[in-house]
Every structure is written in structure tokens, then in C-alpha cells.
């Protein structure tokens, strides 16, 4: 067996023990040695690597057996010490999140940016994003496992460059690179969508399931669209040229569905104080409306799910996912949106697929992208190498 075999079966015994660790979220080195069937000293010595580089924890002492004997210490990953960084890039607005080596939210935070259509000022708003981050939460950069950034458009993720944008009217322009040589850390770019769908895998609403779809959905006054990231047999599913997803789909924008809507007002609960300021209504006021109960709102997102049903039953059947994940801001509207996405699939989709296919909305709502940009890095790291029969002889 040559050195580099050994190297990579050493790697995914880590990674296999590391992903027991994280699944379990308790477990002891004997229950590892007997599920992955590795040998009691192979499990001590991955064990003791692990802990020397603080990615898992002693949690105590667990119950002995019916036999009797000493006690098993219990391992679990690390919650201080091992972080993720994600950056979600928009037009005017960075969202920043820290995720432990659970995924669970350390740090949140939105900024306010104008990248005045200049690469170099992107860049650097991103640099002062992350630096922030380590700034106030004391961190050192070896705590860092990695920055993940999301952003709109198509993105080359095996060159690291975005091909096209409504971020910058430059085309084919390169991220990893300038980011990476400034904090000399693994940095992983990719479409928000994609990233949100990698989070619902993780941490989100569609936690270990094979196959499922995200829609990131972003609404505003003038502006309304979607992207689709789709996860096949667990694994994230790109294209051909990274376009998978990009349907460039319209749909109604704030602007046109209130101005339409502006004789009812009076009848909201909440929208009724912006009749006079019409543009002042953002998608938060929206969400927060249709959760008191207002009339507009409520139409207002039931618009929305019947157009969001009619346009993507068709392309939904084609995949026939377990798991239909909505996330963005729009995604804390609850029922008020998923329901008239209902009605429109029961009308559109074959019975076998309709009723078998749950819809969810992502927790995270408006960091929904941000710790999908992490979980880009928590996919990565956890990721156990896949073996080529032919190069590795055991």
C-alpha cells in the first residue's frame, strides 16, 4: 500500500468517526469501535487527534453495562473553540453569521454597504465583514475553519469566480482568491440558493433528507424573483455551468401588488398607517402584517403562493422531491404562504407526487443565506473522501 493510500483511508476513518460524533451528539470510543467496526486502538488514536486539535470534547461519564466495569467517557464535538463564517452578499446589504461546529448561531449581524459597482470596494466590504466578526467575538484565526459567501447570480465554484451578477455589472469577476490571501483560510463561494439548500441540509428545516428543494424567494418594492438550489441523493446538484436552478422567474413586487391593492387598506390592521407612504412598505412590514391578521397582507401573500404554485409545479414534478424548503424574509409569512402553494400543487401535480411532498419554510428567514454560506464550509469539512477502487488497495 503506498503512503498516499494510507493518508486517505486515515482521513475518511476521521472523517467517518468525526460524522458519528456529530450525529450521536453523545457517544463513547467503544460504541464507535462497534459501529464502524475499526479496531479499539485505531478509534483511541483518531480520538486523541481529535481532541489534541479541540474539534470534539470530553461530556462526562455515560452508564456502564449490564456487566458492570468502568464507566465510558462520553465524546462530543466541540461548541467553543471551532467556528464557520457566512457572508450573504446582496445589493446594498452584507449578512454576517458565526456557526459552531454544531451549526448552532454564535454571532448575527447585517450591514448596510455600497459597493458603487466596484470590485475593489466589494472585496473590501467583505474583508471589514469578516474582520468584525473576529473582532467582536475575540477570535483567533486558527478558531476559523473557514468563510463561506453567497451571492446572486452564476457562480463557477471550481474557479471561484461569478460569471454574472446583479451585484456588479462586471462579468466573470474572481472572489476566492483576493479573500483568501487575506486571511490565508479556506474560503468557498457559491448562488445563494445553492448555499440556502446546503444550510436546510445542515442546520435547517430539511436536516438529513436525500432529496429536497430550496426556493430563495426576495421581494421588494421594484424587484421580485427567485432561485431554486436542489440537493439529489444528498448531494447538491450544480448544472452543466453552474446554472441548475435559474429559472429567471418574475414575480410581483411589492409595488405592484400594494399600488393595486391601495383601496383596501383601510381594512388592514397593520398597513392601514402606511396609506399616505405607500413606499414605505418592505417585505418585514408585509410579514408582520399578515401575523396580526391584516386583509391586505393575507392577499398580498396569497397572490404570491398562487403564482409561486402555478409556476413551479411542473418543474418540481420533474425532480419529485420528499421536501419542497422556502426561505428568505418571505418565508416567516408561515401558512399564509405555503398554503396557496398548496392549493395551486393540488391542481397542477399528479396525486402520487403532490401528496407526498412536504413544504417547509426555513427557520432562519432572513439569515437563511448567511448560514447557508457557512454550511458551504460545514459540508466541506465533514465530507468523508470518496475512495477510488482502482488507485487504493487495502
Not at 7 to 27: A, D, G, Q
Not at 213 to 220: A, C, G, P, S, Y
Not at 227 to 254: Q, R, S, V, W
Not at 356 to 371: D, M, P
Request: glycine share 8%; proline share 2%; net charge negative.
Amino acid at each position: 500500500m503506498q503512503t498516499g493510500d494510507i493518508k486517505l483511508i486515515k482521513n475518511i476513518n476521521v472523517r467517518l468517526v468525526l460524522n458519528l460524533i456529530r450525529k450521536h451528539e453523545s457517544i463513547s470510543a467503544a460504541e464507535l469501535a462497534k459501529i464502524t467496526g475499526m479496531r479499539p486502538s485505531t478509534i483511541s488514536n483518531i480520538v486523541k487527534e481529535l481532541l489534541e486539535k479541540e474539534l470534539i470534547v470530553k461530556q462526562g461519564k455515560g452508564e456502564s453495562t449490564e456487566k458492570g466495569g468502568k464507566r465510558p467517557i462520553l465524546l462530543g464535538l466541540n461548541t467553543e473553540g471551532k467556528y464557520f463564517i457566512g457572508l450573504d452578499i446582496e445589493i446594498g446589504m452584507i449578512t454576517v453569521v458565526l456557526l459552531d461546529l454544531t451549526g448552532q448561531i454564535e454571532y448575527k449581524s447585517k450591514r448596510k454597504v455600497d459597493f458603487k459597482d466596484d470590485l475593489g470596494i466589494l472585496v473590501q466590504e467583505i474583508i471589514d465583514s469578516v474582520n468584525c466578526v473576529i473582532d467582536k467575538q475575540n477570535l483567533e484565526k486558527e478558531e476559523i475553519l473557514g468563510i463561506g459567501i453567497a451571492i446572486a447570480g452564476i457562480v463557477n465554484i471550481n474557479d471561484g469566480y461569478v460569471s454574472q451578477s446583479d451585484i456588479l455589472s462586471e462579468t466573470n469577476f474572481s472572489l476566492l482568491e483576493k479573500i483568501e490571501k487575506q486571511f490565508d483560510i479556506p474560503v468557498m463561494l457559491d448562488n445563494n440558493a445553492n448555499a440556502s439548500a446546503i444550510g436546510a441540509k445542515w442546520v435547517g428545516a430539511a436536516k438529513e433528507c436525500n432529496n429536497f428543494i430550496t426556493i430563495l424567494i426576495e421581494i421588494e418594492q421594484n424587484v421580485g424573483g427567485l432561485g431554486i438550489g436542489l440537493i439529489l441523493n444528498g448531494e447538491l446538484y450544480k448544472g452543466a455551468t453552474f446554472g441548475a436552478g435559474e429559472l429567471n422567474i418574475k414575480l410581483p413586487t411589492l409595488h405592484d401588488t400594494i399600488f393595486t391593492q391601495e383601496v383596501l387598506l383601510e381594512k388592514g390592521i397593520e398597513l392601514k398607517k402606511y396609506k399616505q407612504n405607500l413606499k414605505d412598505i418592505d417585505i418585514d412590514i408585509m410579514v408582520k402584517a399578515v401575523k396580526m391578521g391584516d386583509e391586505v397582507a393575507k392577499k398580498y401573500f396569497r397572490i404570491l403562493g398562487n403564482r409561486l404554485g402555478k409556476m413551479l409545479a411542473y418543474p418540481i414534478s420533474m425532480v419529485n422531491p420528499e421536501k419542497l424548503v422556502i426561505a428568505g424574509e418571505v418565508a416567516e409569512a408561515g401558512d399564509a404562504l405555503i398554503k396557496p402553494i398548496e392549493e395551486q400543487f393540488s391542481l397542477e401535480m399528479l396525486p402520487i407526487i403532490e401528496e407526498n411532498l412536504e413544504i417547509v419554510t426555513n427557520q432562519y428567514g432572513k439569515y437563511s443565506v448567511a448560514i447557508g454560506a457557512a454550511s458551504l464550509i460545514i459540508d466541506e469539512f465533514f465530507k468523508v473522501p470518496v475512495v477510488k477502487s482502482s488507485k487504493v488497495k487495502v
